[in-house]
């Protein structure tokens, strides 16, 4: 690789003195090296980072904060196809795999080609109120639809393919990738699938029954959350969180399609370790 474009998390590297040693490790090396930051929300169709100013030809796009400013970087990138690399300066990742302590020789493998690429499915999710269009995005993690306001619990109506599934009463309901599944999902109880993998997990949060579990559907499915009345028949408010960023409001009757986008993110890879033993690291680190 011989361009690289640096996406750098203002708030984690605030004096961009990491950033500029990477810059200058790769100028040295007589590799091209743009930087942008990334820590505020934009104006307009881009959320942190804005895709227009990559030049053409980029190669890898280093994006340098944790695990949250990859997938904010991630929907904003996706349509460039340009492959990603996470750099963490915060804690504990699955998707940012390089540390503090393994820039450089990371930086060495990108310029000596020595790495994988992996695909990552992507949700799209469109929010509807009757026939309206309330609004739409991408998730490469999760997609939560939840009650908001009041501590009470809502009644969820689920379809799959535009059949009736079940219904929940819970807090909400977390439809995710397997990218995903150790984020929002695991934490509820959900299962830890292979990123590899293409299928979608549906997890209640805090369900009020005893035997609700996680559901595995197949990626191109297509599921339908219906937001229903709360327990004293009242209107309800909800949202519908897009990689816990993005929110689109939603009240009693609307009702969000989730599907397999059209669109993935490219992951690189340096470590060549396989799923089984990134899980085992990260579970004996924890």
């Known amino acids: 690789m011989n361009k690289f474009y640096v996406i750098t998390n203002s708030m984690k590297d605030p004096d961009q003195e990491l950033t500029g040693c990477i810059a200058e490790y790769l100028e040295k090396h007589d590799r091209q090296c743009q930087v942008q930051q990334a820590g505020r929300r934009l104006d307009g169709p881009y959320h942190y980072t804005n895709p227009e100013l990559i030049p053409e030809g980029t190669e890898c796009i280093i994006v340098l904060g944790g695990d949250g400013t990859l997938l904010q970087a991630a929907r904003d990138v996706v349509h460039r196809n340009i492959p990603l690399l996470g750099m963490n300066l915060g804690?504990?990742?699955?998707?940012?795999?390089?540390?503090?302590?393994?820039?450089?020789?990371?930086?060495?493998?990108?310029?000596?080609?020595?790495?994988?690429?992996?695909?990552?499915?992507?949700?799209?999710?469109?929010?509807?109120?009757?026939?309206?269009?309330?609004?739409?995005?991408?998730?490469?993690?999760?997609?939560?639809?939840?009650?908001?306001?009041?501590?009470?619990?809502?009644?969820?109506?689920?379809?799959?393919?535009n059949e009736y599934l079940n219904?929940?009463?819970?807090?909400?309901?977390?439809?995710?990738?397997?990218?995903?599944?150790?984020?929002?999902?695991?934490?509820?109880?959900?299962?830890?699938?292979?990123?590899?993998?293409?299928?979608?997990?549906?997890?209640?949060?805090?369900p009020h029954t005893m035997?609700?579990?996680?559901?595995?559907?197949?990626?191109?499915?297509?599921?339908?959350?219906?937001?229903g009345k709360g327990r004293r028949q009242n209107q309800e408010q909800g949202l519908a969180s897009f990689d816990g960023d993005t929110e689109i409001p939603m009240v009693t009757g609307d009702r969000i399609v989730i599907r397999k986008a059209e669109v993935s993110t490219k992951i690189l890879k340096l470590n060549h370790l396989s799923f089984v033993e990134v899980l085992r690291q990260k579970m004996h680190n924890n």
């Not at 219904?167 to 509820?188: R, V, W």
């Not at 996680?214 to 959350?225: E, G, H, L, Y």
């Open 167 to 206: 219904s929940y009463n819970a807090d909400g309901i977390i439809i995710s990738t397997p990218t995903g599944s150790t984020g929002y999902s695991l934490s509820c109880g959900g299962p830890i699938v292979s990123p590899s993998a293409s299928m979608t997990l549906m997890t209640p949060i805090a």
């Open 91 to 161: 804690n504990l990742g699955f998707l940012a795999e390089v540390d503090r302590q393994s820039i450089y020789p990371a930086l060495d493998k990108l310029m000596c080609d020595d790495y994988e690429v992996e695909e990552r499915m992507m949700l799209h999710g469109t929010v509807f109120r009757g026939e309206q269009v309330l609004g739409s995005a991408l998730a490469l993690n999760d997609i939560v639809i939840c009650r908001e306001g009041p501590l009470r619990v809502v009644r969820f109506k689920n379809y799959v393919n």
């Open 211 to 227: 035997n609700t579990r996680s559901i595995i559907f197949p990626a191109d499915d297509v599921i339908t959350v219906e937001l």
